[in-house]
Nanobody
Framework: QVALVESGGGSVQAGGSLRLSCVVF????????MGWFRQAPGKEREGVAT???????NYADSVKGRFTISEDNAKNTLYLQMNSLKPEDTAMYYC??????????????????WGQGTQVTVSS
């Protein structure tokens, strides 16, 4: 049984920063491809950033240069550092994992395991 637990969401003003964390329980973290996704009310879930088992990263155009995905295999933890936040970044952020996800697609359908989400709210 694999479980993903996110934390680090909150409310910030535009221009601020947050760091999200996702801890993976129940399996060998290093064998997974991981990703961060977000969903705003009334919108589809969209890919934000992914990292595969070899450390290759992919980012949505909307977050390039502002967000950084990273991981600590020793801690079974995935991170998303979010800088220069904008009101349009407001959403529920989810962590996802899969053994064979094609990360470059930034597609939720590539990932089998999901966390419960952490809310990020950016005010102008």
């Amino acid at each position: 049984q694999v479980a993903l637990v996110e934390s680090g969401g909150g409310s910030v003003q535009a221009g601020g920063s947050l760091r999200l964390s996702c801890v993976v329980f129940g399996s060998t973290y290093s064998s997974y491809s991981m990703g961060w996704f977000r969903q705003a009310p009334g919108k589809e879930r969209e890919g934000v950033a992914t990292v595969d088992s070899e450390g290759r990263t992919n980012y949505a155009d909307s977050v390039k240069g502002r967000f950084t995905i990273s991981e600590d295999n020793a801690k079974n933890t995935l991170y998303l550092q979010m800088n220069s936040l904008k009101p349009e970044d407001t959403a529920m952020y989810y962590c996802a994992a899969d053994w064979s996800a094609r990360g470059w697609l930034l597609s939720q359908y590539e990932y089998k395991y999901w966390g419960q989400g952490t809310q990020v709210t950016v005010s102008s």
